[in-house]
C-alpha cells in the first residue's frame, strides 16, 4: 500500500471513529437530560423513533439517488432484526433486575463473546499481545465501572440474552456488508424500518411493563419534544456510524476501542452533571482503559496481532462502505 493510500485510510478511519465517538456520547447525553431532567423513561418507544427518523432519512436519500438499490434476502434481515431488538430489549431488562455493577460487567463480556464469534465463525486469531491488551481495556474499564454487584437469576437470564444478542448483531453488521457488498446506507435502508415498525409496535408495551407507566399518558411539553427530536437527529448519526466502523473493522475492535465513548461518558457527566463520583479509583481506571485501547491499536495492526486464517466467503468481493474504502485486516496463515 503506497503511503498516500495508507494516508488516506488512516484519515478515513479515524474520522469513522471521531463520528462514532461524536454522535453516540452525544446521544447518551442528550437520553440521560430526557429521562434524568424530565422523566421521558420510555427507552424501547424512543429507540423505535430513532429508527423511524433513521428510515425517513434512507427513503429519502434513495429518492434523491444516493442510494442504490440493493438486495438483503429476507431471512437474513429477519434474524438480524431479531438479534437487535433482542438486544435493545435485553440491555433495558438487564439494567432493570440487575444492579448496576453487575450490569456494566455484563456489558464488559460482550467483548470476549464477540472475540469467540470472531473464532469460531470467521476462523479469526489472535496474538498475545492483543489479547492482553484486551484484557487490559476489560480491567481499565471494569475499575472505572463497576462498584455494588450483586445477581439474581432472572437478571442473569437477562443479561446473557442481552450480550448473545448484542455480539451477535454487531458481528452480523460486519457479516452482511462483506457478504452482500452492502454500503453502511444500504443495510441501514434494509434494516432501520423493520425495527422501526417492530419497536414502536412492541416499544409502548415493553416500557409499561418496565416502568409502570403509558407512553401517552406522559406529559409532553415543548422542552422535552425539543429534546426528543434532537435525541432521535443525533440517533441517525450514531445508527450510521456504528454501520460504518463495524464495517471498516470488527465487533470486536469497535467493542474495545468503543470503550472510549465510556470514558468520555463519565468525564462529561463528571463536569455537566456534577463530580461525586470522580475519585481516585475511576481515575486510574480511565488511565488503565486509554492505555489499553492504545497498546490494542498497535497490537492489533501489526503482522499476526490479528489475522483470518481464510478469505472464502460465499459472494465476498472487496467493497466500499459510502464513499470510505473498506478496512482490510491482514489475512494469512501466520497467528
Known sequence: MSSTKADRKAADDAASWLFNVVTSVGIILVNKALMATYGF????????????????????????????????????????????????????????WNSVGFYQIAKLSMIPVSCFLEVVLDNVRYSRDTKLSILVVLLGVAVCTVTDVSVNTKG?????????????????VHFLQRRYSLGSFNLLGH??????????????????????????????????????????????????????????????????????KTILVLILGFILFGKEGLNLHVVIGMIIAVAGMIWYGNASSKPGGKERRSLSMNGNRPQKHDGLPESTEVVDDKV
Open 41 to 96: 423513561s420510555f427507552a424501547t418507544t424512543l429507540t423505535g423513533l430513532h429508527f423511524a427518523t433513521t428510515t425517513l432519512l434512507t427513503v429519502v436519500l434513495r429518492w434523491l439517488g444516493y442510494i442504490q438499490p440493493s438486495h438483503l434476502p429476507l431471512p437474513d434481515l429477519l434474524k438480524f432484526v431479531l438479534f437487535a431488538n433482542c438486544s435493545i430489549v435485553g440491555m433495558n431488562v438487564s439494567l432493570m
Open 156 to 172: 442473569f437470564i437477562a443479561a446473557v440474552i442481552a450480550v448473545w444478542s448484542t455480539s451477535l448483531q454487531q458481528y452480523y
Open 191 to 260: 434494516t432501520a424500518p423493520a425495527q422501526a415498525a417492530s419497536l414502536l409496535l412492541v416499544g409502548p408495551f415493553m416500557d409499561y411493563w418496565l416502568t409502570n407507566n403509558r407512553v401517552d399518558s406522559y406529559a409532553y411539553s415543548i422542552t422535552p419534544i425539543l429534546f426528543i427530536v434532537l435525541s432521535c437527529s443525533i440517533a441517525v448519526g450514531t445508527n450510521l456510524s456504528q454501520f460504518i466502523c463495524i464495517g471498516r473493522f470488527t465487533a470486536v475492535s469497535f467493542q474495545v476501542l468503543g470503550h472510549m
